[in-house]
């Protein structure tokens, strides 16, 4: 074990029973630029090092989101080295000895953030699971940070291998106050907390373990808790992993480190009080890993063959274009807008509200619609065009759309649909018509208001023809980066409706 490599390889390990390679040491709690303020390691730098150090596969588990998975995964291919997605999530504290409630928001004072829990993406199962949990902690459980509880994590665990055991997380915090007290009490509660996941993350087909006990050396609340995590490991008959929650590159860079937490703290360098991170948590090589924790070879073996476990392959040049579901209502249902000034009134902008009222847009659901994708692209295209044509007559009037405007409307059109920014756009209409619906201002900036279609569909106010805005700087074509829209919402009244229920 002197050069962090495992020496032998169970089966199935590795996806292919007859690689008998060694399987080398991999992080697998470390933390990039997008764990904001706190993780100090950027990706580039991050997988250049990782190769020089001998590793072939690093994890990403920043702090309650996935924000950096895709630029990870994608740099990580295209350097050699296997991208093993995961999360350093925020699980909602028990309470009075019931389960926590992500929605619970009563102020207590003690760990409302949550406790730490990393979670690693075994294979495609659950690095879907893995997003629905991080949707839903932001969605329902937010408090202090995203958080998930143990009915989400019950619900969506298939193909996640969970980690608990470091300062901060769950287990940790019983057996602290074991050796603080020596309270008998807090020892039966952390063998209650590792059975819990040990019951919830359960071998997987292959009968490899899920949940692993995690062991570290950064500081001495630290140290003081690891003969308690061997002792529960064992009485449990648990595995022991171990890791270095790298929040930074190499040693050297605990200075820069230091400054940027800092910053997230408002405090100065010389602040007798505030937080000082170990200098230990840089990313060390699996010779720096086995000698530390040369007491424990297999801890060292596991986070190999974890690294080795986890395969989790997204297609190539998938396209993450939204997918929503269209669905009409009203007697014309279906109709392309028609605007007839004995029926509709003069009232241009109630006509169009009124139109806009007939299109609802809904989430797309795998498990359970029907539709193909070229059924929800139809669906995507028809609808905004249908809704740019009503847009035309609200804005210019029935006779005001000179053949210059109309060809403009039409070409944005084709090109939308033919680079599948349909349904974009009418998510950004969907939630800017609704804030309108309600009184609140909304306004977009930036390269979208040189479009002829958001003029129309209300989300700018400036008329691409009348000041000479380019469409080009929005998208053409030519541009392979999936374009954006900067929306503003009025605050005054936005939170009323969300906590009425109201916001979609």
């Avoid at 756009?425 to 309600?438: G, S």
């Avoid at 008329?463 to 080009?472: A, H, K, N």
Wanted: proline share 5%.
């Amino acid at each position: 074990m002197a050069d962090g490599s495992a020496t032998t390889t169970e089966p199935g390990t590795s996806g292919d029973a007859s690689d008998a390679r060694p399987a080398i040491f991999a992080h697998l709690h470390l933390h990039t630029e997008y764990s904001l303020l706190d993780g100090g390691n950027r990706i580039d730098r991050l997988l250049k090092r990782v190769k020089e150090l001998g590793m072939d596969a690093v994890a990403v588990t920043d702090h309650g989101n996935l924000f950096g998975a895709m630029e990870f995964y994608t740099k990580a291919k295209g350097s050699g080295v296997k991208a093993i997605l995961g999360i350093e999530a925020y699980v909602a504290p028990d309470r009075e000895g019931k389960p926590g409630d992500r929605r619970d928001r009563t102020h207590t004072g003690v760990m409302d953030g949550g406790h730490h829990l990393v979670l690693l993406a075994e294979n495609l199962i659950g690095w879907k699971n893995l997003l629905k949990l991080s949707s839903d902690s932001f969605i329902n459980g937010f408090y202090y940070r995203p958080r998930m509880d143990k009915s989400t994590l019950s619900q969506w665990h298939d193909g996640i291998i969970a980690i608990n055991g470091h300062l901060g997380s769950s287990i940790a915090v019983h057996l602290t106050n074991l050796v603080r007290s020596n309270d008998r009490k807090h020892w039966e509660l952390a063998l209650d907390e590792a059975r819990w996941h040990a019951k919830t993350f359960t071998p997987n087909e292959k009968g490899e373990p899920r949940f692993y006990v995690e062991l570290q050396r950064h500081v001495p609340e630290q140290e003081a808790i690891n003969p308690w995590l061997k002792k529960l490991a064992k009485e449990l008959d648990l595995p022991l992993v171990c890791d270095n929650d790298a929040h930074f590159l190499r040693k050297e860079d605990h200075d820069i480190h230091d400054t940027l937490c800092c910053i997230s703290m408002s405090k100065t360098k010389d602040a007798p009080d505030r937080l000082k991170y170990p200098e230990a948590i840089y990313v060390k090589s699996p010779e720096e890993m086995a000698e530390l924790f040369r007491d424990e070879p297999d801890a060292v073996r596991n986070a190999a063959l974890i690294a080795r476990r986890c395969n989790v392959e997204l297609k190539s040049g998938q396209n993450f274009a939204p997918v929503v579901k269209v669905r009409r209502s009203g007697t014309d249902s279906g109709k392309p807008p028609h605007y007839d000034p004995a029926k509709d009134g003069a009232d241009l902008t109630e006509w169009f509200k009124r139109y806009c009222a007939t299109i609802e847009l809904l989430p797309f659901d795998s498990t359970s619609d029907t539709e193909s994708p070229e059924e929800l692209k139809e669906g995507c295209d028809r609808a905004l065009r249908d809704l740019a044509e009503a847009g035309l007559v609200w804005r210019y009037g029935p006779g005001g759309i000179t053949p210059q405007i109309r060809a403009r409307a039409e070409r944005e059109l084709t090109i939308l649909a033919d680079k599948l920014i349909s349904a974009y756009f009418l998510i950004v209409w969907d939630f800017v018509n609704w804030a309108r619906q309600r009184g609140i201002p909304a306004n977009a900036r930036g390269s979208g208001v040189g479009t002829m279609v958001g003029y129309v569909l209300g989300l700018s106010n400036a008329c691409p023809d009348r000041y000479g805005l380019l469409f080009e700087r929005f998208t053409d074509p030519d541009r392979s980066e999936y374009p954006d829209i900067d929306i503003d919402i009025c605050q005054d009244g936005r939170a009323a409706h969300r906590s009425r229920g109201a916001c979609r």
